[in-house]
């Protein structure tokens, strides 16, 4: 490599690390650290009827208020989660990776449709099942008139919501970790004479509680920071009363902005505790030995017939309950207005109204004359509103997802760059992990309140809450939110790089950021598309932040989703009930591809897809050699 093309590597390496530290430390004083020290200084700021400073009336007013209720309903459901999610996502996995349960693939599939569908439209599609006017309590209130319509709601309903929508993370993690269990270690047991739930508890769940440790704690925090389940079914828990309290003002109660940052701060209290202990567990090293040739797990009999009778049908409730909701929003997909009003499937009448098309809606009015309003009735693709709010998100998503995963990938570079010089590494390292410290929330309010004035010079004095400025308010939020799980997933896929590649490009000229360019980033690729993939589909329809900075100018797929049944409520638009359940199984069909290409074809390894591109090949081989065999016969016979 000529001296001229050395010379110029090293001043692009120059500058590209001299942008990197500026903007990173752009990004974590701006967009990290100043927003919630302002939320957290704002909590002492606050003034009395006689306008005198008072630093401890937020205090007083949340001891001798009703403040603290919301803390109580929030650590009440956590603590709840805690009990019920384990016990609940343990069994799942147990049933389809541990027990030789009958047609253990079927219900597999059955227990991981929460995996394409969450949050908002999850808990609709519960609401649809369970509401006053749901499809189970329709049939119920019909059985047994003297039911109440309104059973579902309240603190159980979000229990019951969450309990079921929170296994995720089991099937994902607690299923790989059992597994990976050595099955030697399983069958000494039972050759020593041990029963089949003698040796789960005893040799197989001991190696599990690390990560059920890690998974206690995601419940924990979740049930702490809940939002969409307790908006949309009603239950008093912080999240809702901080985004309350922040669109409210002080002609109308006092110091809303004071007790909203209050609130977000005992969340953060909470999840700074709560990984603080984690990280201490961790650093014990609960480990169980294997031996050294490591056999994969077989199934276990249940040898009790009632035991095996009964864990039979526990699983298929489970099932039941799993696949309802999913059938029944499909199914009423297709079907027509006056069958969703009356929650009544009439399979000798489909339509497809609800996904695309317009159509007019005709009633009887009090004077027995019939009315017709144009175009009442319209599908996902062919009303403005959903469409808008598809677009919305999806840009916004994908935007947030990319910058998340470029800002980690030169980040990681870095660290691994600078292994012998810790300090500046872990610093880089723990100041992106630095969101995972604050709940969500806390980030969106401390943004919220922060960024609404134009006083805020390193913004240009601009009122990101304002018009259209808060889109990119909303972008900046995702991303932030998503640098820790990005960091944790992509510094992963660092370690697969071997240092002599770099050492090759090194010897032969190459400067780090060709180094980068040409040899490392395509090894990581697929982990970072993995990334953004996942992240994309975590935004898509997220509703947390969402609902925190909601405004006419910017309306996301998961807000429209909620605004559903006010439509119908209104008759705005008739068939909005047929047409949040399109946007669900939508959502389903777009994360199901999603997670398709990342745990399906994503996770192949290299003699996989060879094999599979060998067989490809020879197919098309196959199917040209007999059309030119065929054409050759043509050709002869003339």
Known sequence: MSQIQREKDLTLDILFRVFGVAFFAYLFFGFMLLPCLNTLTSIFRTK?????????????FFMAGKMGSFVWNSLKLALCLVVTVNVVGTSLVLLTEYF??????????????????????????????????????TLLKNAFPNINKDWFSGFNAVLFTMTFACTSNHMLFLRNAIRNIDYNTVEAARNMGGKPFYVLRKVVLPTLLPTLFSLTVMTFITGLCAMSAPTVIGYDSINPEI?????????????????????????AMFTIVLLTVLSLYERKGHYLSVSKTKA??????ITNPVANVLAHIYAYVLFLIYMTPVVMIILFSFQTHSAIRAKKLDLNNWTLINFIGKQ?????????????????????????????????????????????????????????????????????????????LLPTILICYSYRIYFNSDTVWYVGNQNLMYKDNVKLLIVLAYTVTKLPFSLRMIKASFYAIDDELQDAARNLGSGGLRTFLKVKLPIILPSVLAVFALNFNALFTEYDMSYTFHRSDATTYAMVIQGMLLDASRGANMNALGRRCASTVFIMIVSGVVLYLVYGVGSRDLGERLEIRKRRRERWEKITGAFKKKKAEEEKSL
Not at 48 to 60: K, M, T, W
Not at 243 to 267: C, D, H, K, N, T
Not at 296 to 301: D, E
Request: net charge positive; proline share 2%.
């Open 48 to 60: 009395n009827a006689a306008g005198e400073a008072d630093p401890f009336a937020v205090i007083r």
């Open 100 to 137: 030789d349960i009958k047609g253990a693939k079927i219900l597999r599939l059955g227990y991981m449709t929460t995996l394409i569908y969450s949050g908002v439209a999850l808990v609709t599609g519960y609401m649809f099942l369970y509401a006053g006017d749901g499809v189970v309590t």
């Open 243 to 267: 985004v309350r309290l922040a669109g409210s003002s002080s002609a109308e109660e006092f110091f809303p902005q004071a007790r909203a940052a209050l609130l977000s701060i005992i969340l």
């Open 296 to 301: 994969k797990l077989q199934k276990q009999k």
């Open 360 to 436: 007019d809606y005709s009633y009887v009015n009090d004077r027995g004359r019939t009315k017709t309003v144009a175009n009442a009735m319209t599908g996902v693709f062919s009303n403005d509103n959903t469409l808008n709010g598809i677009k919305l998100s999806g840009w916004m998503s994908a935007a947030a997802a990319a910058l998340a995963c470029v800002i980690v990938v030169v980040a990681c570079n870095y660290i691994f760059k600078k292994k012998k010089s810790k300090i500046s590494g872990v610093v880089l390292e723990y100041s992106l992990l630095f969101p995972w």
